[in-house]
Structure formats: C-alpha cells, structure tokens
C-alpha cells in the first residue's frame, strides 16, 4: 500500500520520498498532468506519510488511526478543496488561510489538497498568494492541475513543480487484469484511455461492445444508401455521452486497419480479438484510403467540442468513410 498503490511515476515518487526521508519537503507542491495518472492519490499518501503513526519510514502504513481517518476524509488536519459548483471560491481560499493559521490538532502536519487548482479566480489566487508566501511552519500544501500554466504565475512560482506522465499502455492493462478485467477488454481499454488509468476504469462502466458494434457497423455500410447511415447516426447521437468514446474507438479502428495492411503481428493491434475481421477488410482498401479515413474520424474527433451540431458533423463524417471506402 502506500507509495506502492502509485503506478507509472516512478521518478515524481522517488523525488518526494527522498524529501519526505530527509524532511526537506517543500511547502507547496504543485502537481501537474493530465487526469487519472495518480495526482490526487500522491497527494493523499503525502498527507498520510507526514501524519502516519506507523514509523515507515518515507511512506505510510496505512493502517495506524491517522492513516485509516485520512483515508476516509475525517481527520481533523487533512482538508480536500474541491471546487464549489464550476470554481474554486475566494471563501474557500480564506477558509483554507484562517484552518492553516491553527496549529495541528492532533497531526504533525496540515495538508490542504486543492483539487482542479485551475479553477480558482483570480480573487481566490490572490488570496491564496499571502499563505504560499507567509506558511506556517506545520502546513503543507498541495495543488493539483493539468499544467502550471493553468495558474497565474506568482502562484506556480511558489510551488515546488512535479510532472505526473501518461501511463503506458500496458501498465493500465496489467492493473485492469489485477482488478479482474480479461485480457483482452484490457488492452481495449488501455487503449482508448489516452495513458490514464482512471479514465480505463470509467470506460469499464460504459457500453464497450455496444459502441464496438456500432464501430464495426460503421465499416458495413453500403455504398450508395443514406437510409442505414442516417440509422447509425440516431442511435449514436441518442446516447449523447459516449459519443466521444464512440469516436475514439473508431479512430482505433481506423488505426488497426493501417496496421492489419502492413503486417500480421496481433500484438500490435487494439481490437485483437477481431484480427480476421480487420485483415479481411485491410485487404480491399488502398493505404491512401486507410489514411485518408483515420484523417475523417480524427478530424471529427478534435473539432467535436467546437462543433454547435454533432449529429451534423456525425453525419458527415459517417458519408465521408462510406464513401472512402467505395472509391
């Protein structure tokens, strides 16, 4: 358990354990990446290691009373906060300076992890300058954003800043397996979860081979008919929010496609268990026409959340790959 829980970051974790052992941990931290790499869980194990009654050393037990109140958000020294509504509030932010100002109630330290740092106003920022700038002795704070440029600089400027990475591939995979995912729905969902392991344990929820039938039935269109094509649209359309989904499937799809053109090596292919499938419809289509397909759907993909219409840009979309694939 511990820092062991923590996968993929094994240079941002080795840096604060090397801080923690030798107590010259920062006062602010600031981590930095994308969703679901083990931002929010390394900061949850600093706020255990720095109060864990335990005695590891450089990390925690995660069974002593300190550990297990963190665990559960009840201790009196650790505080999470999260935005209220679409911000984080200028109160919240005062609130957060007048419970650091207080010394520990039965910790060593206070932790505050401010979770979505990037949507604090500009009010809250501020506020929170004075309590980066002036800390008291006992209080640790940690940030969380996708980038240090989500802050204003006076703020990033006082943090100490550690970059969380994507996680491979196969590391979301293994640990899918270990929660009792086959192999194969594992690579799938590594796959399409962009290097976060978070977002390979929402996918786990979602209508995966619903969305795999209607990537394979996008691929079956007749040429000509606009009758099935306007069909797929509505049922994909209806559920609204697995549309992005949908479309990165699709783009992983078209991705299989150029591979299963140019090589017969299954290991490198996302949807492994419909090799056959992908190599006998590679076969009929040109390298350009496979290019030219996985340029469509990326294209929709990138400009969905710029798009006033999506059953439009869809629909488009879909008459585009139908096409490509009869010329």
């Known amino acids: 358990m511990g820092f062991a829980e923590i996968i993929g970051q094994q240079q941002a974790i080795s840096l604060l354990r090397q801080a923690i052992e030798t107590e010259r941990l920062p006062h602010a931290l600031l981590f930095t990446g994308p969703k679901g790499v083990g931002r929010f869980l390394t900061a949850v194990t600093i706020a255990k290691t720095v109060n864990c009654l335990g005695g590891v050393k450089g990390d925690c037990c995660d069974r002593c009373p300190a550990c297990l109140k963190i665990a559960k958000g009840i201790h009196p020294d650790v505080h999470l906060v999260a935005p209220e509504g679409a911000t984080l509030k200028i109160d919240q932010i005062r609130n957060l300076a007048q419970q650091a100002s207080l010394r520990p109630y039965e910790g060593r330290r206070k932790a505050f992890i401010l979770d979505q740092a990037e949507t604090m106003t500009e009010q809250a920022q501020n506020a929170l300058l004075k309590t980066l700038e002036e ?33 491979p591939e196969d590391v979301i995979a293994t640990r899918l397996q270990d929660q009792g995912c086959d192999e194969g729905e594992a690579h799938v969902l590594a796959s399409l979860a962009g290097g976060s392991l978070g977002r390979a344990q929402e996918l786990r929820t979602s209508p995966l081979q619903e969305i795999r039938d209607l990537v394979e039935q996008t691929f079956a269109l007749a040429p000509g008919r606009t009758l099935p094509l306007l069909e797929l649209t509505e049922r994909v359309v209806r559920q609204k929010e697995t ?85």
């Open 135 to 167: 800390p008291p002795g006992a209080t640790l704070l940690i940030l969380i954003a996708p980038e240090a440029s989500a802050l204003l600089p006076p703020i990033a400027s006082r943090c100490s800043q550690l970059r969380f990475t994507p996680l």
């Open 243 to 327: 549309l992005p989904l949908f479309l990165e499937a699709l783009l992983a799809w078209c991705r299989d496609l150029m591979v299963a053109k140019v090589t017969s090596q299954e290991a490198l292919l996302v949807y492994r268990s419909r090799a056959a499938a992908l190599e006998r419809q590679s076969r009929q289509l040109a390298p350009a026409q496979l290019l030219a397909m996985y340029h469509t759907v990326k294209q929709t993909r990138d400009g969905l959340g710029r798009y006033a219409n999506p059953r439009l840009s869809l629909e488009v979309m879909l008459l585009k790959l139908r096409d490509l694939q009869a010329a």
